[in-house]
């Protein structure tokens, strides 16, 4: 069974110090990965699409690397204004269409 | 521009009662998504359409749960004779196709309570 896994399921970190969230994915024929953040009441926003291992891809305080069976979402000395709920998604053939499955996602605390 | 839209944000029914759920995609998206969020849970998927066909209803959990797109445009969710286990985060997303890559763009979400 297709299966998505992020660790961990909460992160406290001080302002200012750098940490990884790490996606763990057990599929097979992935087309796409992609990272979201979400704030309280609001919906999932876009942040990357990785598409295969070794691709890297950046912005502002975030990087998204992507292996054969993992992904990682990097936060340079975050900010308090980072803190959020990240996750991520797998998109695989289905059916007919592309179909994106999410894990569980971590929740980040950047305490000033 | 103008994002995905759902209404209402907020929605209180009593246990048996029928509720409708709105989703207004981002105008020309092709493809849109039904998920189910429950607290500290990722989106879990209920239904997809493309256009106004709906491919996969794989994710409805019952048959007490029905979704349309009659015109390819806007969505509704109902939710027939509803039940406390229904009470979740109800989000809509669309892109803009059905292809790999695309990014989905996500409502704000539909929150449901069943007294």
């Known amino acids: 069974e297709d299966q998505v896994t992020q660790s961990p399921e909460a992160l406290r970190l001080q302002e200012g110090e750098s940490s990884s969230l790490n996606c763990s994915y057990t599929?097979?024929?992935?087309?796409?990965l992609f990272w979201y953040r979400q704030d309280p009441g609001k919906g999932p926003e876009f942040l990357f699409t990785l598409y295969s291992a070794g691709e890297e891809k950046e912005k502002e305080r975030l990087k998204a690397t992507l292996t054969k069976k993992e992904s990682f979402l990097h936060i340079t000395a975050p900010k308090p204004e980072d803190s959020a709920t990240y996750l991520c998604a797998v998109q695989l053939p289905s059916g007919g269409y592309q179909k994106v499955t999410f894990g569980t996602g971590t929740k980040l605390q950047v305490i000033p | 521009g103008a994002g995905v839209s759902q209404s209402p944000r907020y929605k209180v029914a009593k246990r048996g009662q029928d509720v409708a759920l709105r989703c207004d995609p981002i105008?020309?998206?092709?493809?849109l998504f039904w998920y189910q969020q429950a607290l500290g849970q990722g989106p879990e998927f209920l239904t997809y359409f493309q256009n106004e066909a709906q491919l996969d209803k794989s994710g409805l959990p019952s048959d007490r749960f029905f979704a349309e797109r009659p015109e390819g445009s806007v969505s509704t969710l109902k939710i027939q004779r509803t039940q406390q286990e229904d009470s979740a985060v109800y989000l809509c997303a669309s892109s803009l196709e059905d292809r790999v890559g695309q990014p989905q763009h996500f409502g704000d979400g539909t929150r449901l309570s069943i007294l």
């Open positions: 599929v097979s024929g992935l087309r796409g």
């Open positions: 105008s020309g998206h092709v493809s």
